[in-house]
């Protein structure tokens, strides 16, 4: 028989993806045929889902680099070094970052946003969750998958002043397997729940994070009193001195208060940056840590 297949999509609350199979027979033509009809819930984004999942934690560290469009400042490409496999593209309209997995890509496309709000607090979301929020009038409380502060800090009253960041994802358990995507509830959770753990991490730091996330903060450097500069090794992924230049730690007990990098960003050249990201940060989460650097 002839096998023909329907898709279709529609608005629903249902976090799944619904198949169903129907059969006919046709007497006309003595034949049977199968009819296969996909709904697809609008929430459902593979893609997005795929690059907002942590990389596994046996992957170790990726290498990518980011390059700054030399023509419009506003916007960045992130590629995979080995290789140069493009991986996700960003554009700043206003005061967010709009973030899509094709190069150019038109807004309506895109499929995260950072959003950027008063005191240096960033979140990012997904662009469709967003755009069906706003249409509702109800953009307060969407789920986000990140959290960033950025904030000033000084080890004494005589050093310089340095940018320093805080960040809180969704805690994901690794499978250690690279190519199994994360559940959909893994991914995103309250953003009122991730500003509360970054409150308690500064409040006070040997605090624990509550299961549901994890909480970063920028490595501090040493300062050398000689050369009168700070000083934090970067293993050739800084080639030039930056105030963006930064690595990150995880700063809870479950996975590691042994100082472990987990983000480094570095400047390389002019317009160029390295950045290298292990578990438990995705390349989503990479990227706009990157893009969130450029109000520094």
């Known amino acids: 028989g002839i096998n023909s297949m329907a898709i279709t999509r529609f608005p629903t609350g249902s976090a799944g993806i619904i198949v169903e199979h129907s059969y006919c027979l046709d007497k006309s033509r003595h034949r049977s045929e199968e009819h296969v009809s996909i709904y697809i819930p609008e929430q ?3 893609l997005c889902d ?6 596994a934690r046996c992957d170790g560290m990726l290498r990518c680099i980011v390059q700054e469009n ?10 995979i070094e080995e290789g140069n496999i493009f991986l996700l593209a960003a554009r700043k309209i206003g005061k967010d970052w709009v973030i899509s997995a094709q190069p150019r890509a038109p807004e309506r ?3 995260a946003r950072l959003r950027s709000h008063s005191g240096g607090v960033f979140t990012c979301v997904r662009q469709c969750t ?8 109800s953009a307060v409380g969407v789920p986000v998958t990140l959290q960033i502060e950025h904030m000033v800090d000084q080890g004494s009253d005589d050093l310089p002043e340095l940018n320093a ?16 995507s994360s559940p959909s509830s893994e991914l995103e959770c309250s953003s009122t729940e991730l500003a509360k753990q970054l409150r308690i991490a500064n409040d006070t730091p040997n605090a624990m994070p509550r299961r549901g996330s994890v909480v970063l903060e920028t490595k501090r450097p040493k300062w050398n009193s000689q050369d009168e500069l700070y000083e934090l090794p970067f293993h050739g992924r800084a080639n030039r ?10 700063l809870d007990g479950r996975q590691g208060t042994d100082g472990k990098t987990v983000l480094l960003h570095g400047k390389l050249d002019e317009r160029l940056f390295a950045l290298d990201f292990a578990y438990p940060l995705s390349p989503l989460h990479a990227f706009a840590i990157c893009c969130s650097t450029f109000s520094w």
């Open 109 to 111: 496309a895109a499929l």
């Open 70 to 79: 030399e023509k419009k400042q506003n916007e960045l490409s992130m590629h």
């Open 130 to 137: 967003l755009a069906t929020a706003v249409a509702r009038s």
């Open 50 to 55: 795929r690059l907002m999942t942590a990389r």
């Open 165 to 180: 960041m805080m960040v809180a994802v969704p805690y994901m358990a690794s499978s250690d397997v690279s190519d199994e």
């Open 44 to 46: 459902v984004d593979p």
């Open 241 to 250: 001195a930056s105030e963006r230049n930064l690595q990150l730690t995880v």
